[in-house]
């Protein structure tokens, strides 16, 4: 009876996407092997004596080994393997703004054979495990590739790309102001993509949400406004910038005297400004421009005048203040006590009425009665003095009353009432 050969064969499990591979180990001690059989996952493969075979999917699969001598004998074995499943690599990001650190975190996933384990090729820089971050030194897209490997040694790639979105570039203007003045700030932000949030803060305060910001600044100092953008990548950045609000002149004056009268129509005005050292006066009748901390001034006229200063300092914080004065007329009313009716118009004690400083006299009106309340005389014209008659008759000599009304020009009224005695 010729010996009958004995099969055999090398094999070990493995990933699936690397396949199986089975090499023949068979023998025969008298003769040759003339035919053999590989027998797995439905197929049948002859004379080969290595199969490398890929299973379409994860599992435990026999694999059979036939071998035939030249004598016509036959033997087999069966050994089972095992097919490993590959993990799944997969990862998420967050943070790709330029200058932050942009973080990884690995989610990759295996049916069998846990745990996984992550290698990570990032921006040329390699580490091992869940997580990884890296603040990218330009903006642009990188690649980035996790490798995940399982308990059986079976691994997955993924490769990807981020992208590294720009800064906002932050910028806006303005100019320095004095105190009491509004403040201008106009935002020149440039990014790509679009601008989704703008945050204003004076001192840390948050201010304004606007485009632009403006605000008015009463106290002198310095003050940090600072600007934050944020596009639509959600990439934000911000921008301090220090405002000087420079401390303003305060105008202020005195006049003197309280009272002015046109009889002596001077006018002396005083500064009394704080933190000033130029002084421009207006003096409100277009006369010329006065310069200094002290005028002295003549008014031509009565009235109402309005009085400029403008005070200015170093910083050219210049302050302006108005007064109005009062240029009075000198109205003194003198009215006789008697007079001498003789028609003779030389006689200054010829006719009864008003006399005296009559300037700025605006109305007069005056009227005369008897002892027995009779009016004799009415006349609203200064230049009409009471003659002494009644109906064109003179009247008896004796005592009359009488009652003027007095109206300046500032509608100011004065009644005047008393007796005048009238010699014949």
């Known amino acids: 009876v010729p010996p009958c050969p004995v099969a055999h064969f090398l094999t070990e499990d493995n ?9 023949d180990s068979s023998y025969v001690l008298t003769g040759t092997i003339d035919t053999n059989v ?20 994860a599992g435990n699969y026999p694999i059979q080994r ?31 703004c330029f200058g932050e650190s942009t973080a990884f975190t690995a989610t990759s996933t295996t049916t069998t054979g846990a745990p996984v384990i992550n290698r990570w090729l ?23 590739r996790l490798i995940a490997e399982n ?30 003045q509004e403040a201008v700030f106009t935002n020149t932000t440039t990014t790509k993509g679009s601008l989704v949030e703008q945050r204003w803060s004076v001192n840390d305060v948050l201010s304004s949400f606007g485009q632009d910001y403006s605000q008015t600044f009463n106290i002198k ?4 406004i600072k600007l934050v953008a944020e596009n639509n990548f959600g990439c934000r950045d911000s921008l301090s910038q220090g405002l000087v609000v420079r401390a303003r002149a305060v105008a202020n004056f005195s006049i003197f005297p309280d009272e002015i009268y046109i009889t002596e129509p001077h006018v002396n005005l005083v500064e009394t400004c704080t933190d000033a ?62 007079f001498r009716p003789d028609g003779d118009p030389n006689n200054v004690n010829s006719t009864f009425k008003p006399a005296g400083m009559l300037y700025g006299l605006k109305e007069m009106t005056m009227e005369i009665y008897n002892r027995w309340g009779e009016q004799l005389y009415f006349t609203d014209d200064i230049n009409r003095p009471w003659d002494g008659t009644f109906m064109g008759k003179p009247v008896k000599e004796g ?24 010699i014949r």
């Not at 590989?38 to 999917?57: A, E, R």
Request: hydrophobic content about 35%; proline content about 4%.
């Open 15 to 23: 990933c699936i996407d690397l396949g199986i591979q089975s090499t």
């Open 66 to 96: 036939k071998v035939r001598s030249d004598r016509g004998c036959w033997d087999s074995v069966e050994y089972r393997i095992q097919v490993h499943p590959l993990p799944q690599a997969f990862f998420t990001h967050s943070d790709t």
């Open 277 to 338: 050292n130029t002084w421009e006066w207006e003096l409100g009748d277009f006369s010329a421009t006065e310069f200094g901390p002290e005028v002295f001034h003549s008014y031509a006229d009565t009235g109402l005048f309005s009085i400029r200063l403008i005070a200015n300092n170093d910083l050219n914080c210049a302050d302006t203040i108005f007064k109005t004065i009062r240029i009075k007329p000198y109205l003194r009313i003198y009215i006789p006590n008697a």
């Open 151 to 180: 308990a059986w040694g079976c691994l997955d790639t993924i490769n990807r790309t981020v992208e590294i979105q720009p800064l906002p570039q932050i910028g806006f203007t303005y100019e320095d102001i004095c105190e009491g």
């Open 221 to 224: 100092g310095n003050y940090d």
């Open 38 to 57: 590989w027998v797995t996952d439905g197929q049948t493969f002859i004379d080969q004596n290595t199969l490398h075979h890929y299973y379409s999917s």
């Open 399 to 422: 005592t009359y009353l009488y009652m003027i009304k007095i109206k300046d020009i500032y509608n100011q009224i004065a009644w005047h009432q008393g007796t005048v005695t009238l």
């Open 122 to 144: 990032i921006d040329g820089n390699s580490s091992n495990g869940n997580s990884a971050s890296l603040i990218y030194p330009s903006i642009g897209v990188k690649p980035v």
